[in-house]
């Protein structure tokens, strides 16, 4: 399984970004949560936002209210919308994602990380 992650890049403070990760397997059964992460240089790895299954999310005070996490599951797709972004969201954001296979049980996968820079 590969989480291919997209949408980064450089934007104004006050500006938006949309990230997109993908889920790419041959055999994926389920996908049970899917999440954002983010870590800015010399910081540890930070939640920004989960999405269940079901659709419950969750989001840390630091962006809620500026984020939006949705999923399309027939895509595999996780989505991250992004406004109002400030210098302190830059970082590297990783997907994550729980994913059920056949015969294989859930595991947790990681994308490579896609990188968003806010300029002041």
């Known amino acids: 399984v590969q989480l291919q992650a997209s949408g980064g890049g450089l934007v104004q403070a006050g500006g938006s970004l949309r990230l997109s990760c993908t889920a790419v397997?041959?055999?994926?059964?389920?996908?049970?949560?899917m999440g954002w992460y983010r870590q800015a240089p010399g910081k540890q790895r930070e939640l920004v936002a989960v999405?269940?299954?079901?659709?419950?999310?969750n989001s840390p005070d630091s962006v809620k209210g500026r984020v939006t996490i949705s999923r399309d599951d027939a895509k595999n797709t996780v989505y991250l919308q992004m406004n109002r972004l400030k210098p302190e969201d830059a970082a590297v954001y990783y997907c994550n994602a729980e994913i059920s296979r056949p015969g294989r049980g859930a595991a947790e996968y990681w994308g490579q990380g896609t990188e968003v820079t806010v300029s002041s």
């Open positions: 999405i269940t299954r079901r659709g419950i999310r």
């Open positions: 397997s041959e055999n994926i059964f389920n996908i049970n949560d």
